[in-house]
C-alpha cells in the first residue's frame, strides 16, 4: 500500500492508527525482549515518519547541547570545544543514537532496510535512553545546580522515550550476528575511550557537573557513570542476540 493511500485510509478511520494494516507481524516475544503492548508498536511504525522527523530534531537539538552553535560566535563551544577533534565522533552518544534511529525507521519505510542500522540504532536507544536518566538521578543535585529544572526534566524523559523506540526495531529486524557485532564494537569502543583508555587527552564521556575523581557511593563519580555505560553495553548484546534466538524458536526467521 502506497503512504498516499495508507494516510487516506487512516483519516477515514483512526483507529487505523492502532492497528497492523501493512506492518511486520507481530513477533509473539516474550514481555521482556518485546515490553510495548502491540497497541503502541503499531502506533509508533504507524506514525514512523513523524517519529523520524521528531529524532531529527531531537540530533539537531543534542549537537547543539555539546556545543555547536551555527549561529553564535564561535560556533564550536562547551564540550565540544574541549574535545580533541579526531574524538568528534565518539562525543554526542545521544544525538548520535537518534540519528540512528531515525535512519532506522526511515529506511525501512523505504524498503531498504539495513540490519547494521538497526542494531546500532537499538544499541543507542537502549543505552543512551538508560544511561543519560541514570547519571541525572544519580548525580540530581549537582546537575539541578546548574540546570533549568524544565531542561532537567525535559533531558530525563526525553531520553526515556528513546528506550520506548528502541522496542520499535523487533518488529522489522532479524538482529543478525554479524550485525550485533558491529553495534557491540562500536558501542563497547565508545565505553573504552569515554572511561578507560582517552587515547587522546581525557575521558569523552558526556560532561558531568562534577568532577570525575569526586567520592560517589563508595568510589567515584568517573567509576559510576562506567558502570552503568558498561552494563547497558552488555545487556544491550544480551537483548539483540535473544530476540534473534527466539524469533528462530518461533519460526519467525527465513
Known amino acids: 500500500m502506497d503512504e498516499a493511500t495508507r494516510l487516506r485510509r487512516i483519516l477515514d478511520d483512526p483507529r487505523r492508527l492502532f492497528g497492523d494494516d501493512d506492518l511486520p507481524p507481530n513477533t509473539n516475544l516474550p514481555w521482556w525482549l518485546a515490553p510495548l503492548p502491540t497497541w503502541l508498536e503499531n502506533f509508533g511504525l504507524n506514525v514512523a515518519w513523524l517519529v523520524v522527523a521528531i529524532n531529527l530534531v531531537g540530533t539537531a537539538f543534542g549537537f547543539w547541547y555539546y556545543g555547536i552553535h551555527p549561529f553564535s560566535d564561535p560556533i564550536v563551544q562547551l564540550q565540544f570545544a574541549s574535545e580533541p577533534l579526531v574524538m568528534w565522533p565518539f562525543v554526542p552518544d545521544s544525538p548520535v543514537a537518534t540519528l540512528f534511529i531515525a535512519l532506522s525507521l526511515a529506511l525501512w519505510k523505504l524498503g531498504r532496510s539495513n540490519e547494521y542500522i538497526n542494531a546500532l540504532a537499538f544499541f543507542g536507544c537502549w543505552k543512551l535512553g538508560l544511561w543519560t536518566p541514570f547519571v541525572l538521578a544519580a548525580f540530581a543535585d549537582s546537575f539541578l545546580a546548574v540546570t533549568w529544572f524544565p531542561m532537567y526534566l525535559f533531558l ?12 520499535l526495531i523487533q518488529r522489522y529486524s532479524a538482529f543478525p550476528i554479524r550485525a550485533v557485532a558491529v553495534a557491540v564494537a562500536w ?14 587527552g581525557d575521558p569523552h564521556h558526556t560532561a558531568l557537573p562534577v568532577a570525575d575523581s569526586a567520592a560517589a557511593y563508595g568510589t567515584t563519580v568517573l567509576q559510576v557513570a562506567a558502570a552503568g555505560a558498561v552494563f547497558l553495553t552488555l545487556f544491550a548484546t544480551f537483548l539483540a542476540l535473544a530476540t534473534r534466538v527466539k524469533k528462530l524458536e518461533l519460526g519467525g526467521l527465513a
Not at 188 to 199: A, H, I, Q, R, W
Open 156 to 167: 530525563f524523559f526525553s531520553h526515556l522515550a528513546m528506550v520506548v523506540q528502541a522496542f
Open 187 to 200: 558501542y563497547g569502543f565508545n565505553d573504552l575511550v569515554d572511561y578507560f583508555v582517552p587515547l587522546v
